[in-house]
């Protein structure tokens, strides 16, 4: 029978599948010398939220397919996998719909102010009614600026076109037709999207290409009254940028589920201001959405290790070879 590493508790459900096809060999990431002894010894893996370096692969001949419990997968260098002809599959679409809402969350709850007024009215300090220093401001008919406008960014579109008759602009290397006919999308370069938007939302994936491409000169490209939202992966945005923009004024505020570093660093300037919605990295986290990220991983990685996996790959080249 092959042999498979979990590094993420997984559902009993879900583990018993795994069982039906595989031992599985349950590992705490932490411990890290005996989770790489685990993977040198393994066919297979699943799990989420580690890094996956080259090193920690060195001797693992036999492992031929990795499974992560997401659709990013950044925490993996995909081309040394690829090197050394191991499968990596990814959970897309399951999530969609689930981070589509946190991320119209972030948006409701900068907007509205939901979170502090909230803690406001629990601090005791409703003792009038409220004012204009309580007021927020609109959603509807504003304009939402999102940067990669794939799956999430599709579903973040058609809640803010449909449901809040907002305009919607977008960058993407390439056109997104759908998104154009059905929600009226308009495609545009980046710096007119910062220019013109009222929330600015990122969707890209974490690359070379867009590390830090939210950074000073771009939050000083966006309206003064202009918040940021962010619920792709913290290094799309350089933070130290955005709190010294949050600080000054250069933009109203930012709405985050994600971060350079997380958890969060308890001293992080963000958990001081106001202005800022500051999540634990909580896009895709419902029990639903999560069981069946990890039930879809599950069967990512037994059809891969029988040979007949055909979709969610991230490296289609190692199954043609
Ligand atoms: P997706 O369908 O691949 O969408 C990504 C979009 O980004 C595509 O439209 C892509 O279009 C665009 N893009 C990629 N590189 C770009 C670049 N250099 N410049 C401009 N646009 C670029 O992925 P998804 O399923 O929507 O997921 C997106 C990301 O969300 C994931 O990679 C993950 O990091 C993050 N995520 C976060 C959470 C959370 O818990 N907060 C949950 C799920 C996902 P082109 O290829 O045409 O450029």
Redesign the pocket.
Known sequence: MKKIVAWKPLPADVLSYLQQHVQVVQVDPTQHDTFVAALRDADGGIGSSVRITPSMLEGATRLKALSTI???F?QFDVADLTRRGIVLAHT?DV??ES?AD?VFALILASARRVVELADWVKAGQWQHSIGTAQFGVDVQGKTLGI???????GAVARRAALGFNMKVLY????A?REAEEAYGARRVELPELLANADFVCL?????S??KH?IGAAELRSMKKSAILIN???GATVDEQALIEALQNGTIHGAAL??FETEPLPADSPFLKMANVVALP?????THETRHAMARNAAENLIAALEGTLATNVVNREVLVR
Not at 147 to 153: M, Q, S, W
Not at 281 to 285: K, L, N, Q, T, W
């Open positions: 997401s659709v990013g950044d897309p999530l969609t981070t946190t940067v990669g406008l794939g799956r999430i960014g960058t993407n290397r390439s997104n969707q890209v994936p974490l690359t290409e867009t491409m619920a792709s992966r589920d994600v990295h909580i896009g895709s986290a």
